[in-house]
């Protein structure tokens, strides 16, 4: 098994167990980002909020009625469900996950999407972010809620990403980035990797991926330092919080595909 593998095993194993308990975790007081989550309180699927997310791509108005919008990682397809209000009855929202138990969860929440709204709209897939199920220029939006970073190959996502894109299309995706290295001890810590930190890049190194994939106008849209005070009572990182003290931000960034 290749260290690629044991990554998506770990990642899979651990999303797997929070689609078994459907809860996040964290709980609803914080995420594995490190941070209180976003909620919609009218949210059409309230079921599909397991608290796993680290920002809100979807918040900044950049996605338009008939796009087709494809979310990297969607869990339990709380951001496909909202997408797929955005896109409306001529648009589509796909969401790829590598999780079978998500993918289960999911698609049982697409059954209440469609009586909660009438709208039949939303595509869930199998498949690894990094190898895209989906031909090439395919896509309007590609978005991300917090999952980029659980990936062993983060440039090579972008690069999915800007394939799967049609000319002008919009990468929206929200993560967890670090301001500065993390101690040798938290980078080997399995937990703290499955909470969205221990695998993720220096933010200027995960800027720098998004522009070598052909991104072209790569903006911060949104940027929030982690504090110690805000691991709440999340069990994995409650017990680093003082490592990851001004280390992990939470950052939202818009890239087009030229």
Same mark, same amino acid.
């Given at each position: 098994? $290749?260290?690629?593998?044991? $990554?998506?095993?770990?990642?899979?194993?651990?999303?797997?167990?929070?689609?078994?308990?459907?809860?996040?975790?964290?709980?609803?007081?914080?995420?594995?980002?490190?941070?209180?989550?976003? $909620?919609?309180?009218?949210?059409?699927?309230?079921?599909?909020?397991?608290?796993?997310?680290?920002?809100?791509?979807?918040?900044?108005?950049?996605?338009?009625?008939?796009?087709?919008?494809?979310?990297?990682?969607?869990?339990?397809?709380?951001?496909?469900?909202?997408?797929?209000?955005?896109?409306?009855?001529?648009?589509?929202?796909?969401?790829?996950?590598?999780?079978?138990?998500?993918?289960?969860?999911?698609?049982?929440?697409?059954?209440?999407?469609?009586?909660?709204?009438?709208?039949?709209?939303?595509?869930?897939?199998?498949?690894?972010?990094?190898?895209?199920?989906?031909?090439?220029?395919?896509?309007?939006?590609?978005?991300?809620?917090?999952?980029?970073?659980?990936?062993?190959?983060?440039?090579?996502?972008?690069?999915?990403?800007?394939?799967?894109?049609?000319?002008?299309?919009?990468?929206?995706?929200?993560?967890?980035?670090?301001?500065?290295?993390?101690?040798?001890?938290?980078?080997?810590?399995?937990?703290?990797?499955?909470?969205?930190?221990?695998?993720?890049?220096?933010?200027?190194?995960?800027?720098?991926?998004?522009?070598?994939?052909?991104?072209?106008?790569?903006?911060?849209?949104?940027?929030?330092?982690?504090?110690?005070?805000?691991?709440?009572?999340?069990?994995?990182?409650?017990?680093?919080?003082?490592?990851?003290?001004?280390?992990?931000?939470?950052? $939202?960034?818009?890239?087009?595909?030229?």
């Amino acid at each position: 098994m $290749t260290s690629a593998d044991k $990554t998506h095993k770990l990642v899979q194993d651990a999303y797997a167990e929070v689609a078994r308990k459907q809860s996040g975790c964290c709980r609803p007081k914080a995420s594995c980002c490190d941070k209180k989550p976003y $909620t919609v309180p009218d949210h059409p699927v309230p079921a599909s909020e397991l608290g796993l997310s680290c920002g809100n791509p979807l918040a900044f108005g950049l996605i338009e009625k008939g796009q087709t919008v494809l979310d990297l990682g969607s869990g339990a397809g709380k951001d496909v469900f909202l997408a797929a209000q955005k896109v409306g009855r001529n648009g589509k929202a796909i969401g790829v996950d590598m999780t079978p138990e998500m993918l289960t969860l999911a698609r049982k929440n697409a059954a209440q999407f469609a009586r909660t709204t009438g709208l039949t709209n939303v595509d869930f897939r199998e498949g690894k972010i990094e190898q895209l199920p989906l031909p090439d220029a395919s896509v309007d939006v590609v978005i991300s809620n917090c999952v980029i970073n659980l990936s062993p190959d983060k440039p090579q996502v972008f690069r999915e990403a800007h394939r799967v894109l049609r000319g002008g299309g919009k990468m929206i995706v929200s993560d967890i980035v670090l301001n500065r290295p993390l101690p040798a001890s938290a980078r080997e810590d399995a937990g703290l990797y499955a909470a969205c930190v221990a695998g993720a890049l220096l933010r200027e190194q995960y800027i720098e991926a998004i522009r070598q994939a052909g991104f072209a106008d790569v903006q911060i849209l949104s940027d929030q330092t982690y504090r110690s005070s805000q691991a709440g009572d999340d069990p994995i990182t409650c017990n680093a919080a003082d490592v990851l003290e001004g280390v992990a931000a939470s950052i $939202t960034v818009l890239a087009v595909k030229g």
